[in-house]
């Protein structure tokens, strides 16, 4: 999975329609291979993030979990202190 898009399920408050819609942007961008399609492909472009927003949306309604929500910080902070532990080791 590219490391753009984060998981949306089971956090409170629940995903944006804007958190949706960018992940769905970051998906097609990836499987398109660009992330300015040429006008002779803006429509096909705009329209598969409409659609793959909309599915996902339906999807992340209809998922169902006994787990509490997670809390959107504390989860940023992981992201944050994976990232930092992974570059340390790089460098």
Same mark, same amino acid.
């Given at each position: ?6 998981? $949306? ?11 949706? /819609? !960018? *992940? *769905? $942007? ?9 992330? %300015? ?8 472009? !705009?329209?598969?993030? *409409?659609?793959? *927003? /909309?599915?996902?949306?339906? @999807? $992340? !309604? !209809? @998922? ?5 929500? %997670? ?21």
């Amino acid at each position: 999975m590219c490391r753009n898009i984060r998981q $949306l399920h089971n956090f409170e408050p629940a995903a944006s329609s804007q958190e949706v /819609h !960018d *992940a *769905a $942007l970051q998906y097609v961008r990836k499987i398109a291979g660009t992330t %300015k399609p040429s006008k002779a492909n803006q429509e096909a472009f !705009d329209r598969a993030v *409409a659609e793959i *927003a /909309h599915v996902t949306q339906h @999807l $992340l !309604d !209809d @998922l169902v979990t006994t787990a509490p929500p %997670k809390n959107r910080e504390e989860e940023a902070a992981k992201r944050r202190a994976r990232s930092a532990e992974r570059y340390a080791r790089t460098g």
